[in-house]
């Protein structure tokens, strides 16, 4: 009997452990149901969804923003395919508290994973600005991000404060939070005056409107 229960218990853990692996969708490919511009309670009208994805149309001056996801995450691994106007900038920014009564800008307390026409904006001449780059804090490799017009498929994985993002399945960055080395990594960038800049390390998503036609498709995340 004392076997069976703990059997019984063994795969109840089990079951729950794998259901909060799921993987849930961001983007249903339809609306834009699960998402909000900071500092507003839903998504404005210059962010569509157009044949599955969500676009900033940057002609529309009304309803623009920085746009961020209801739910809160902690751990999670994020993936979603994204792409850029020519000489486009836009970012994909985690741990962002969604408070604009404190903060006035979504990469005031979140991290961004870069994205950007490498060969056509000038921050692609820029060490840590480049596509797939942990923005202003880590280098990736050369060559990993496709040509404009191109798909890229981007993932960031943060597993018990390690952080780790992929783009087109090479490695971009890699660095444990709020270790001395994560924080000498801030003292170096252009956040090192910031009191809030990655402090916490559980927050929204947020995709970013810098004023660029930008594509993202395939959002899904799981919680970890």
Same mark, same amino acid.
């Given at each position: 009997?004392?076997?069976?229960?703990?059997?019984?218990?063994?795969?109840?853990?089990c079951l729950q452990v794998t259901a909060q692996k799921k993987w849930t969708p961001l983007l249903d490919g339809k609306t834009t149901n699960g998402w909000h511009t900071y500092g507003e309670k839903k998504v404005g009208?210059?962010?569509?969804?157009?044949?599955?994805?969500?676009?900033?149309?940057?002609?529309?001056? !009304? $309803?623009? $923003?920085?746009?961020?996801?209801?739910? &809160?995450y902690n751990d999670f691994q994020l !993936?979603? !395919?994204?792409?850029?106007?020519?000489?486009?900038? &836009? $970012?994909?920014?985690?741990?962002? %508290?969604?408070?604009?009564?404190?903060?006035?800008?979504v990469w005031a307390t979140g991290a961004e994973m870069q994205v950007l026409d490498n060969d056509g904006h000038p921050d692609g001449k820029i060490i840590k600005h480049r596509a797939g780059n942990l923005y202003d804090l880590i280098a990736g490799p050369e060559g990993v991000a496709k040509p404009v017009g191109e798909w890229n498929k981007a993932t960031v994985t943060n597993e018990k404060g390690k952080l780790t993002l992929v783009l087109n399945g090479v490695v971009t960055a890699t660095t444990t939070l709020g270790d001395d080395s994560w924080k000498a990594l801030v003292k170096q960038s252009k956040f090192h005056d910031s009191n809030d800049f990655a402090k916490i390390f559980s927050?929204?998503? &947020?995709? %970013?409107?810098? $004023?660029d036609a930008v594509w993202y498709r395939n959002i899904r995340i799981r919680k970890l």
């Open positions: 009997m004392k076997y069976k229960m703990l059997t019984a218990l063994t795969l109840f853990v009208a210059a962010w569509k969804v157009v044949d599955g994805s969500i676009t900033l149309d940057p002609t529309i001056k !009304e $309803g623009r $923003g920085d746009i961020v996801t209801d739910e &809160s !993936e979603l !395919e994204w792409k850029i106007a020519k000489n486009g900038n &836009s $970012g994909i920014i985690f741990f962002v %508290q969604d408070d604009k009564t404190k903060f006035n800008y927050g929204h998503i &947020s995709l %970013q409107d810098h $004023g």
